[in-house]
């Protein structure tokens, strides 16, 4: 029997929780009068700096419930961080992280399980379909899978951070030391032998997501630049092939100057191509400067997130 803990990260969630304490409770009692899990399975809410009563109703909750636990971050540290500090703080043989907004299939929990039961380590949470989400959300989302794709990442299409994990897994999760945080990138990396439940997405039960379009452009970019220097590898092969077409035009234009009566002075072909260069440089420093700006933030190594409080873990 394994011991279960479910990591849920909340940010301003006060209008939601109470409903998922009480569809998440009444899915750990199920497992465990199956047999399914142990006892002190538990469910641990991680409140990345809500600036509502999210935390109040995680200690009010957690005094009802001795199933229940929660950490406070000391700030808003994002879902990455506030996930991560979840799965490396709380108990337990196998770990699933899921939303506090119930939009992942609660049920699914009970096919991880079974599945870890079966001897896989890692089990993913693949959405089925993204009817219930807005046109645009749909649209972004499958042009982000089809450039990392491209981009030669590995990652789980349509698999976003509902998952399951066992102890050993999150060990090995501990020795990725990078400070920009990608799990969806980073859990694929790990090995170990995987299997993907399918599940369909619901709406938000309640509140407003806290992924506004400014966020989900950053952990697109976060995603691919973490993962992948292709994008600086484009910008050297775009500056070769420009210089290249910049030697022939030269041999070009000194073949018209010295052998024909027709060189004129052009302000064209002065002008555009210091346009045409200056843009590319600077684009090139821009690539340049992200990866800097990734390294810089790496050798300072910072903590990712601290604990503030703790209850019940
Ligand atoms: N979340 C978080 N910190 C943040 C933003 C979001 O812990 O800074 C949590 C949020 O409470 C939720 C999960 O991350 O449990 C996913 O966020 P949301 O549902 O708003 O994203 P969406 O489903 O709209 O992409
Ligand atoms: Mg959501």
Partial sequence: MIRLGIVVPCYNEEQVIRE???RLRTLLD?????????????IYYVDDGSHDDTWLLIET????????????LSRNRGHQNALLAGLF?????????????????VDTI????????NGADIVYGVRDDRRKDTYFKRQTAHAFYRVIRLLGIDVIYNHADFRLMTRR??????DY???NLFLRGIVPLIGFSSV??????????AGESKYPLRRMLSLAWEGITSFSIIPLRIVTALGAVIFALTLLMSFYVIIIRLFTEKALPGWASTVLPIYLLGGVQILAIGILGEYLGKVYREVKARPRYAIEKRINV
Avoid: F, W
Avoid at 110 to 117: G, L, S
Avoid at 169 to 174: G, S, V
């Fill in 89 to 105: 703080t709380v108990p337990g043989d196998a770990v699933v992280s899921i939303d506090a907004d119930l939009q992942d299939d």
């Fill in 196 to 205: 993907k439940v399918y599940y369909t997405r619901a709406s938000r039960a």
């Fill in 169 to 174: 897994t999150l060990d090995a999760l501990q």
């Fill in 61 to 72: 909750m957690a005094h009802e419930n001795p199933r229940l636990g929660g950490i406070k």
């Fill in 30 to 42: 199920r497992l465990i009068s199956a047999g399914k899990v142990c006892d002190d399975s538990c």
């Fill in 20 to 22: 998922t304490t009480r």
């Fill in 177 to 179: 030391r990078e400070v």
């Fill in 110 to 117: 009970e096919v991880m399980v079974d599945e870890c039961i």
